[in-house]
């Protein structure tokens, strides 16, 4: 789990930021001030830092270079109102891998994060994704969706018998299961993730739509859960922070619909 430091004297900014990041797989870490933030850097290291310019007390200047001086791998992407190329040339000169200028727009933030997440842990091989679902027409949505997103080998499946030989014969990194299907259910699937000598992230997408249902897969080994039907607009952002994490995010186009 990437480690996201948001440093920004706006406490608010810093919570709406926690909170759209948080369910997106980050472990998040907020500092309100300066020397909070090397506090934490200090001792919990985070791979990531969206750092403010402007604060009162030690700025965001000063707190990369300090950043920088503890930990030189640590990416740091500034935030600011100011627009001047003074400024900027400072940031770069202290060690500074990115900027974003406010006003921003979360989906611009997020792609910079996603960036220099996968920067991070960027790999040669793509992404292997296998879609499990007894429904024909989901799996050719989500088929199309993948495909027309990201770089990546796509395989599937209509049942669990055929899921467990894939997954006994291929190593991939997500898989997308649905729990309702004649013969091996996706319950079963997912309890035979423990046999297998590699571990694959387990997305459970149903149509049963409850938390008691939504605590049982995670307990059986899930490492999420997706009702149907969801937007594929928001599933676009969970594979893309998904990817960049594993290192294998490589874009290629765009979707937005529902299944």
């Known amino acids: 789990m990437i ?9 608010g900014l810093c919570e709406y930021l926690r909170d759209f990041f948080k369910p997106r797989g980050y472990d998040i870490f907020i500092a309100t001030n300066g ?9 919990e290291n985070p791979e990531l830092v969206l750092l403010d310019i402007n604060m009162p007390g030690m700025d965001g200047l000063e707190v990369l270079r300090h950043i920088k001086n503890i930990s030189s791998q640590t990416k740091v992407i500034m935030v600011t109102i100011r627009d001047d ?6 940031a770069k000169n202290l060690g500074a891998d990115e900027f974003v200028k406010k006003p921003f727009t979360i989906d611009y933030l997020e792609d910079v994060v996603i960036l220099k997440v996968n920067e991070m842990t960027k790999s040669k091989e793509p992404a292997r994704i296998l879609i499990v679902d007894d429904e024909e027409g ?16 796509i395989f599937e499946a ?7 030989d894939l997954l006994r014969a291929n190593k991939f990194d997500l898989v997308f299961l649905d729990i ?13 993730k423990k046999k297998l000598d590699y571990r694959p992230y387990f997305w459970v997408i149903t149509r049963f739509d409850s938390e008691e249902v939504a605590h049982k897969v995670i307990e059986q080994g899930a490492d999420d859960y997706i009702p ?18 594993i290192g294998k995010y490589k874009p290629k186009g765009s979707a937005d619909s529902e299944i």
Do not use: H, W
Request: charged fraction near 35%.
């Open 158 to 164: 209509g049942n669990g018998e055929v899921a467990l």
């Open 228 to 245: 149907k039907p969801f937007s594929l607009r928001v599933l676009d952002s969970k594979v893309r922070n998904f990817l960049a994490m």
């Open 138 to 153: 989901i799996r050719d949505s989500l088929r199309k969706f993948l495909a027309g997103r990201f770089e990546c080998e």
């Open 85 to 90: 190329a003074d400024t900027e040339e400072k």
């Open 35 to 43: 020397q909070d933030a090397l506090n934490i850097v200090k001792k």
């Open 180 to 192: 309702k299907m004649p013969g091996i259910s996706g319950m079963d699937v997912i309890r035979e």
């Open 3 to 11: 480690k996201l430091l948001l440093v920004d004297d706006e406490k």
